[in-house]
Antibody, heavy 119, light 111 residues
């Protein structure tokens, strides 16, 4: 059974940093690309970024709203993807989901972790 | 990259069919066959319903179908059931920026 479990969310002050984790199981993580998607309370879904697999040089791409502040990485030995978030803004407050990629679709999703940016 | 355009709401009675649209540009929806649709109910993670415009993941009822014409993609739900009431989001790959863009979502109400 495919499982994705996000962790690391919490309360952080504007300008601060936070690192989210996404623990994967039930599939060959090293062969998969992974997305991060967020959703502010009562709002729609917003794509954050994607990391490809080793065969594609772990290439990353990001939404314009987070480019230069957020970094996606992965540890294939630990079946975990990460989202490092720096210089956080109040508008980054959202539930953050990780999802497995299938040709620019997301076929499996985690349950999400809440990030609140507030003073 | 602007968000894809979806109507905020749609509705239908049980047994009816409803079609939801998702309009982009030639740089995203019209240029690539990487349109996906997701169903989301309150408090839950999204669920993939359609990928690559027309493909249905295993376990998704064949009442759900996808199509595309020009810069507009569509999701049709046939034989509406109460359990289909949810928010539906479309996404498309945007090649120029190598990003994924979402629509604003359509709230489907089963009357």
């Amino acid at each position: 059974e495919v499982q994705l479990v996000e962790s690391g969310g919490g309360l952080v002050q504007p300008g601060g940093s936070l690192k989210l984790s996404c623990a994967a199981s039930g599939f060959t993580f090293s062969a998969s690309s992974m997305h991060w998607v967020r959703q502010a309370s009562g709002k729609g879904l917003e794509w954050v970024g994607r990391i490809r697999n080793r065969a594609n040089s772990y290439a990353t791409s990001y939404a314009a709203s987070v480019r230069g502040r957020f970094t996606i990485s992965r540890d294939d030995s630990d079946n975990t993807a990460y989202l490092q978030m720096n210089r956080l803004k109040t508008e980054d407050t959202a539930v953050y989901y990780c999802a497995r990629s299938t040709n620019w679709g997301c076929d499996y999703w985690g349950q999400g972790t809440l990030v609140t940016v507030s003073s | 990259q602007s968000a894809l355009t979806q109507p905020p709401s749609a509705s239908g009675s049980p047994g009816q069919s409803v079609t939801m649209s998702c309009t982009g540009t030639s740089s995203d929806v019209g240029g690539y066959n990487y349109v996906s649709w997701y169903q989301q109910t309150p408090g839950k993670a999204p669920k993939l319903m359609i990928y690559e415009v027309t493909k249905r993941p295993s376990g998704v009822p064949d009442r759900f179908s996808g199509s595309k014409s020009g810069n507009t993609a569509s999701l049709t739900v046939s034989g509406l059931q109460a359990e289909d009431e949810a928010d539906y989001y479309c996404t498309s790959y945007a090649g120029g920026s190598n990003t994924l863009i979402f629509g604003g979502g359509t709230k489907l109400t089963v009357l």
